[in-house]
């Protein structure tokens, strides 16, 4: 599945959605459409001259798009890609939040074939890869994550709509990738809404 059907999956998810709720899920959309692209590790194939030309019309966009959303993107400038070795299993990661009864919310990682873990612990690569994970909120990166569950505050968010992200990294913080894709996860949520969870996305879903 390439990253354009991802997104056009992710958009037709949010169809029932209000219309400030579906603006702000297809900015989302855009971003994570370049996260996804921007991960790729094969040079692309040459392009031919009509294609030079479109793409310098859609530049500006792009552009803008990267000014809007530009922390979330530079995640993926800032570490680079690393492969999967063929030997090790591909990890699975998907994410569920609960409210909190307190402030905020409790945010589950749920993982398969990977071994979240403090540096410390580092193993050398075998059939299931260790490393830790990289939260973002909006685009902005808040921290590492060396476990399963972690409380969000609701200092966190803004009011309405909000997106949190969270990508698998080895210790020495490059994204683990598969077919060219990163490994990572994300939920769209809308505080303001009775129905917390707008959409949710997974670039290699638990099965």
Not at 25 to 39: C, E, H, K, P, Y
Not at 119 to 126: L, M, N, R, T
Request: proline residues 5%; charged residues 15%.
């Amino acid at each position: 599945m390439n990253s354009r059907l991802i997104m056009v999956l992710f958009l037709l998810s949010c169809s029932l959605l209000t219309f400030a709720e579906q603006a702000t899920l297809s900015a989302a959309a855009n971003t994570q459409n370049q996260v996804l692209s921007t991960a790729v590790v094969k040079s692309p194939p040459a392009q031919s001259n009509q294609q030079s030309k479109a793409n310098e019309i859609e530049k500006p966009k792009m552009m803008m798009d990267h000014s809007m959303h530009g922390s979330m993107a530079g995640m993926v400038h800032d570490h680079q890609p690393i492969a999967i070795p063929e030997t090790s299993l591909v990890p699975q990661i998907a994410l569920t939040l609960h409210r909190d009864n307190m402030d905020g919310y409790n945010l589950h990682i749920k993982l398969n074939n990977f071994n979240i873990a403090p540096p410390e612990f580092q193993a050398d690569v075998g059939k299931v890869i260790d490393g830790h994970a990289h939260l973002y909120i909006n685009g902005e990166k808040i921290q590492r994550v060396y476990g399963r569950y972690l409380h969000l505050p609701n200092r966190l968010f803004k009011p309405g709509v909000n997106m949190i992200m969270v990508s698998l990294n080895a210790h020495n913080h490059d994204v683990w990738t598969f077919d060219n894709k990163q490994v990572l996860a994300s939920v769209a949520i809308n505080q303001s809404s009775e129905k917390l969870v707008l959409t949710q996305f997974s670039s290699s879903p638990i099965h």
